[in-house]
């Protein structure tokens, strides 16, 4: 059995408390929220805090709101409630469609959007117990030097593998952080560094508080398609979120398809919006289309051997995934996966 390195647990109730217990403590202090990734971290001694800060009783960071602009989601709302809500199903398809495909249903339970998103990278030499890790002389992301993935490799490649990412960057949301001085809100599109140890843009002591969604219009089309080993709780072997607005007539005015799973940080297939714009769903230019925008992402997406699954497989179900995700966005027939 796996244990728990000793720490305590404080239990703020707002977030100017848990801002303050942050810049108190400093390095010896993380965050929890449903605790569903860091603490079997914990317990394979990847992360060892002093003081986790928990945000269960934050009520301040629960619930969806509107605002002027669209909505504003807390960074503890659980990834089951997102993925029944209401007005995310009809507006955000691609997000609760991700949110509701993120591992099985006792996680997203407990699992929240704030913690998905600040989710650490994945990879198959570090997802791992203390003592395996050790066998192999650890690695560059823990406490090692030497890359198992790239042979000779100086900078990690392991991998972004939060399910609600690529959803949130074909919806151009932001990120709301607060710190014990101030707030900034960053486009979620420039968070992201091509860093597998840390491949986030965050400043020490920060905390996600919410995630902002510009409204969509009447014509917008959204869906998320996953790969997995099992389809009951695995974490993408792919994951890809595309986006399709329709104007009045019934063609495309915009498109965008965002892949994760692959590197440190999600990857924007190039060009969806130039190929696929003025195409009409049910004419061959939008069919023509669309497989162009495969072949683009085709390009584009080289798995590596940094997570489970064989690479050659994920690679070839790159352009499959493509064209299943754009056209039942189209379709309005997300999500794309197997059971
Ligand atoms: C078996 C299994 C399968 C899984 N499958 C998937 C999957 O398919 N897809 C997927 O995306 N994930 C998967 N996960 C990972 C995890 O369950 C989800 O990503 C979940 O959303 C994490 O949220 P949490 O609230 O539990 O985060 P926590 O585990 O509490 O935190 C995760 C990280 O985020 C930080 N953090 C949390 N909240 C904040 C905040 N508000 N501000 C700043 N930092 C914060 C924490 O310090 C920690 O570093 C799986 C986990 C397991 C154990």
Redesign the pocket.
């Known amino acids: 059995m796996l244990r728990l390195p000793a720490c305590e647990v404080a239990n703020p109730r707002t977030v100017d408390q848990a801002l303050a217990l942050l810049a108190e403590h400093g390095d010896a202090a993380?965050?929890?929220?449903?605790?569903?990734?860091?603490?079997?971290?914990m317990k394979h001694r990847l992360?060892e805090p002093e003081l986790l800060v928990s945000?269960a009783g934050v009520d301040e960071?629960r619930g969806v709101r509107e605002t002027p602009d669209g909505i504003e989601i807390g960074?503890?709302s659980?990834?089951a409630a997102l993925a029944r809500d209401e007005q995310l199903i009809a507006n955000y398809p691609a997000l609760a469609q991700a949110?509701s495909?993120?591992?099985?249903p006792q996680?997203?339970n407990?699992?929240?959007?704030?913690?998905?998103?600040?989710?650490?990278t994945r990879c198959q030499w570090y997802n791992q117990t203390y003592f395996w890790r050790k066998s192999l002389g650890f690695c560059l992301k823990k406490d090692g030097d030497t890359c198992h993935v790239v042979k000779g490799g100086s900078k990690c490649v392991a991998a972004a593998?939060?399910?609600?990412v690529p959803a949130l960057m074909t919806l151009g949301a932001s990120l709301v952080?607060r710190c014990s001085t101030g707030e900034r809100v960053v486009s979620v599109d420039d968070f992201w560094k091509a860093d597998g140890i840390a491949n986030k843009r965050?400043e020490p002591g920060?905390?996600?508080?919410a995630v902002r969604l510009p409204r969509t219009a009447a014509g917008h089309r959204g869906a998320y398609g996953?790969l997995?080993d099992r389809g009951s709780?695995?974490?993408?072997l792919l994951?890809m979120a595309a986006r399709v607005d329709l104007d009045a007539s019934g063609k495309v005015a915009d498109a965008d398809l965002v892949v994760t799973a692959l590197q440190a940080r999600p990857v924007r297939i190039k060009q969806v919006a130039e190929i696929l714009t003025g195409t009409e769903p049910g004419r061959a230019n939008f069919d023509a289309a669309v497989e162009a925008a495969c072949t683009q992402a085709a390009k584009q997406c080289k798995p590596m051997p940094n997570i489970p699954g064989d690479h050659d497989y994920r690679r070839a179900m790159v352009p499959v995934y493509a064209r299943r995700t754009l056209r039942a966005a189209v379709d309005q027939a997300g999500p794309v996966h197997h059971i």
Do not use: H, Q, W, Y
């Not at 993380?30 to 971290?41: F, H, K, S």
């Not at 407990?110 to 650490?120: K, P």
């Open positions: 993380m965050l929890i929220a449903g605790g569903t990734d860091l603490v079997p971290n992360f945000l960071l960074a503890m659980t990834l949110v495909l993120v591992a099985g996680l997203r407990m699992g929240t959007l704030g913690g998905n998103v600040m989710l650490d593998s939060n399910d609600s952080l965050v920060e905390l996600l508080v996953k997995r709780i695995d974490f993408p994951g």
